[in-house]
């Protein structure tokens, strides 16, 4: 037995010994994957309570997509982009997440949100009601709605809020304070339905209640109505007559339609800001007037900061969703770098100790990525061919089999299909896939060929990434359902 013992020791010791001894051990590889080991090593689970707790939600950003965004933001700074770390990327814990809804293998982003505020898996195209309820069906609300994390948050003395770079009515943010028969009712419901009231109005309402204390993002027009000017200056959108910003500012809450307004708002009252009619600009059309998401991240925490029994936030990169549907890349991957300076900022802002960072998305889409390129080719562009010696690569560009090049980035379906409508109706490509110059694909508004023809590009069912740090993150490893998320963020906040 004691030689036992001796001969596993002398073992042991003899693998340590071994790696340094590689003939590889001086490459920066090797010392660097000694570093990330020794890291992991000396890492050291967070079991304090969770005083708050901020959600992060690229939407539509899954594995592929994120991918996208790593090398996009690397490449902006002269890197290769591989090799890039984005902020949520460094964060120690991470999970791969089901995405699923109860009835549809390709979800839709309210069910997906509703799951991970609420701890259950919900229907296609509903908010926050149980399994029972029917999509359209008004007559399913009654007995169906869910309890929000917010609610409970609100309960136990914490501030919430919600922000987005869509509509603030949009299926993501909705889900923070919302519950219907059907996510688009934004700004009305059907003439019978007296079960529920629409999006619109839902969030004004948890604005004076004080479910919800700050919600910023774009929609204003489900919020004035028809035939009057919204405070962007276009026009309201509502059928009822009813003015819901006038309503919210004589309830007391503080209404601001630019950056100038947030900036002047005060953090004694609640605040409700819409920059835009519909969804928030791309990052890369924003004008200097509106709010990006960093600031509105900003803003949110500095507000929710104040109170010393914590906040839940979730913060939505709402057009990143928007880009992918539209195959044009560019402004996805755009938005995805803003998106992580937001993750950036509010990791700066908030204390690991007592705060619980969640950075997840609530799908994929249809995207994939081409190769075999070389180090350094754009992500934006087109794929350039491995050189066999050095690390750049070379300057050929690799061709597909019918002569043409391709782009890294290409959609399975969506508008810039390569099948086309012909004149008898048909779905046809008679001269190939259209050849591409480097110039046209690094256009913002170049739209990715895909195969089949599809006037949006659909979701996919595939996992996405979620990244953790903070009291309890070591609780998300391994691949879990959507709804788990909840079920942690509730444990954090409540753990003795
Ligand atoms: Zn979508």
Known sequence: MKLLTASVLALASATAAF????????????????????????????????????????????????????????????????????????????????????NAQTPDSAPTAGAMNTGVKQRFNLINLGENAIHDDCSTVAGNELTLFSEMMSDAGKSVGAITTARLTHATPAAVYAKTANRNWEDEVPADCSAQTDIASQLVNALETGVVDI?????????????????????????????????????????????AGLDATTNDKPILGMWTDSHASYEADRPETEPSLADMTRKAIDYLGQNENGFYLEIEAGRVDHANHDTNAKRAMIDGKAFSDAVALAD????????????????????????????GTPIDGL?????????????????????????????LNGVGSVMVEQADGKFTAPEGRPEITQEEAQDIDYV????????????????????????????????????????????AVTAE
Not at 79 to 100: C, H, I, R, S, W
Not at 384 to 399: K, P
């Open 19 to 102: 790696a340094q001894d590689l003939p590889q051990a001086s490459s920066q590889w090797f010392t660097d994957g000694q570093a990330a080991l020794q890291e992991k090593l000396n890492r050291q689970p967070n079991t304090g309570r969770a005083k708050n707790v901020i959600l992060f939600i690229a939407d539509g950003n899954g594995v592929a997509s994120n991918y996208m965004n790593r090398l996009w933001a690397g490449q902006q700074e002269g890197g290769m982009g591989d090799d890039y770390v984005q902020p949520q990327e460094a964060f120690p814990n991470l999970a791969l997440v089901k995405t699923y809804n109860i």
């Open 448 to 491: 990715q060929q895909s195969l089949i023809p599809k006037s949006s590009e659909t979701h996919s069912g595939v996992d996405v990434a979620l990244y953790a740090k903070g009291p309890w993150a070591h609780l998300f490893d391994g691949t879990i359902e959507q709804n788990v998320i909840f079920h942690v963020m509730d444990y």
């Open 348 to 375: 700066e802002l908030t204390d690991d100790a007592d705060t619980l960072i969640i950075v997840t998305a609530d799908h994929e889409h249809a995207i994939a990525m081409n190769g075999y390129c070389g180090r």
């Open 215 to 259: 919600a910023l993002g774009g929609g204003a027009r489900y919020f004035v109505p028809k035939g009057t000017a919204t405070p962007n200056g276009g026009e309201g959108h509502r059928p009822d007559g009813v003015n819901l910003v006038e309503m919210a500012q004589s309830n007391g809450i503080q209404y601001v339609s630019d950056k």
């Open 383 to 411: 794929c350039y061919d491995v050189a066999q010696t050095g690390i750049m690569h070379s300057d050929d560009l690799v061709l597909g089999d019918d002569g043409k090049p391709y782009t890294v980035v290409g959609y």
